[in-house]
């Protein structure tokens, strides 16, 4: 059974920093694009960053410079470091394990989200 457990969110002012963390366990982690996605509240889940199994990494525009993105494979984990946040980064904040098979099937996971306030 396939488990993304994310930590780390909370309220923070802004201009201040948080560190999300997203655990897996389940999978061969090794063999997923990993990326936290964000939903803000009456609009869509959009992708924040992203990170493959070589380093690879891509960003929304929103969040270039401010947010970085890394994982452990040896640990199974993912981290997205969030600084310099603004109130419109608040969102719920969903971790994302995917991979798309040699048929085509895409596969996804979800974690549960974590949420991220930042007060003005």
């Known amino acids: 059974q396939v488990h993304l457990v994310e930590s780390g969110g909370g309220l923070v002012q802004a201009g201040g920093s948080l560190r999300l963390s997203c655990a897996a366990s389940?999978?061969?982690?090794?063999?997923?694009?990993m990326a936290w996605y964000r939903q803000a509240p009456g609009k869509q889940r959009e992708l924040v960053a992203a990170?493959?199994?070589?380093?690879?990494?891509n960003y929304a525009d929103s969040v270039k410079g401010r947010f970085t993105i890394s994982r452990d494979n040896a640990k199974n984990t993912v981290v997205l470091q969030m600084n310099s946040l603004k109130p419109e980064d608040t969102a719920v904040y969903y971790c994302?394990?995917?991979?798309?098979?040699?048929?085509?099937?895409?596969?996804?996971?979800w974690g549960q989200g974590t949420q991220v306030t930042v007060s003005s």
């Open positions: 389940g999978i061969i982690f090794s063999m997923y694009v």
């Open positions: 994302n394990a995917g991979k798309l098979g040699v048929d085509g099937t895409r596969y996804d996971y």
């Open positions: 990170i493959t199994n070589g380093g690879i990494t």
